[in-house]
Structure formats: C-alpha cells, structure tokens
C-alpha cells in the first residue's frame, strides 16, 4: 500500500524540481556523496563557490524526497500526512513563484540502499551534477546492503559490503551531465 502512494508522490515532486532546475539551466551543479563527511564538505565548498557566485546549498536535504523540496524551495515541518499535503500542493505553486537565481547547487546526495527511490541511480533521475565529488564508501548506514552479500566470513563480508556500497556510490560519477 505504501508504494501505492510514495511512488507517484516522488515521481510527482521529481517532475516540479526538474522543472525548476531548468529557471537556472546555467548553473552549474555539485554533487557530493560518501558514507560520512557529506555535509561538512558540502558547506565548506558552498563558502568557497560564495566568492565567486550565488550558491543555492541543499543543506540537510539529501534524499529523494529532499532534494526535490530543496530545489522547489520547500521546507517540511513535522513531516505528517497534512504537511505532505501542504507540500503537494505548493510544488506547483512554488514553480511558478519561485525565481531565485544562482550560479551553483551544491547539493549532497546520501543514499539509503541499493534500490530505488533510496539508491544513486533515483537521485540521478532528479539531478544531473555537471561535478561529482565521492568521499568515501564505509559501511555507515550498511544495512540495506546486507542482502548483496551471502558470505558469512567476517573479513570477506565487511569488503564486499563495502564494494557494494561503493559500487552505488560511484554512479554518482559515471552521472555527470556529459553536456556541462
């Protein structure tokens, strides 16, 4: 039943942000993933592009439904079935209000599991980065990824795990737009 419902949510929020990204067709984007230091680096670089342009920053929005409503310019409040309906309602709203012009997104991008919405491949159907920076692949947040891997020798589970996880992770880099 859930899926029923997230999944055309997500395609929907996906197709107002995508709509919105293109207001600002000349920016470009930077995409940064890894299983820790996303957000420390993602501030570091959004003060450093700040000297050379207007930066939009995705904050903590980092997922499949947070990047859309960052880029829609739309803030969650307590994430209940009402504010879902707010926000639905003001994706179309803000599409058409929202003008903010900038010259670089840099926007982080974490990944929850191997399958889609909560995998690279989905986050790359939202944004095309034209930079992709990839910190690291651990196994933080390696519980989605369990089921890749059937060997139960510690040693051997612990790199194939963090294969898989890389291997995700990598996408982001294989995704950059070839045109930007």
């Known amino acids: 039943m859930k899926k029923l419902v997230v999944l055309p949510v997500l395609a929907y929020l996906r197709f107002f942000a995508r709509l919105q990204l293109k207001k600002n067709k000349d920016a470009t984007i930077i995409g940064i993933t890894g299983s820790a230091g996303k957000s420390s680096t993602r501030a570091a670089i959004s003060l450093i592009l700040a000297t050379r342009g207007r930066v939009k920053d995705s904050?903590?929005?980092?997922?499949?439904?947070?990047?859309?409503?960052?880029?829609?310019?739309?803030?969650?409040?307590?994430?209940?079935?009402?504010?879902?309906?707010?926000?639905?309602?003001?994706?179309?709203?803000?599409?058409?209000?929202?003008?903010?012009?900038?010259?670089?997104?840099?926007?982080?991008?974490?990944?929850?599991s191997p399958d889609s919405p909560k995998n690279m491949s989905y986050l790359l159907k939202i944004i095309r980065p034209h930079v992709a920076v990839i910190l690291n692949a651990t196994l933080a947040h390696s519980a989605s990824f369990d089921y890749l891997v059937k060997d139960r020798d510690p040693a051997r589970r612990v790199t194939k795990l963090t294969q898989k996880i890389a291997e995700e992770k990598i996408k982001l880099a294989l995704g950059i737009d070839p045109t930007g």
């Open 59 to 112: 904050g903590s929005a980092n997922s499949e439904t947070g990047i859309p409503l960052n880029i829609l310019g739309l803030s969650p409040i307590n994430y209940s079935f009402l504010d879902w309906f707010r926000l639905l309602i003001l994706a179309p709203f803000k599409l058409l209000t929202n003008w903010e012009k900038y010259d670089y997104y840099v926007v982080e991008m974490g990944i929850d």
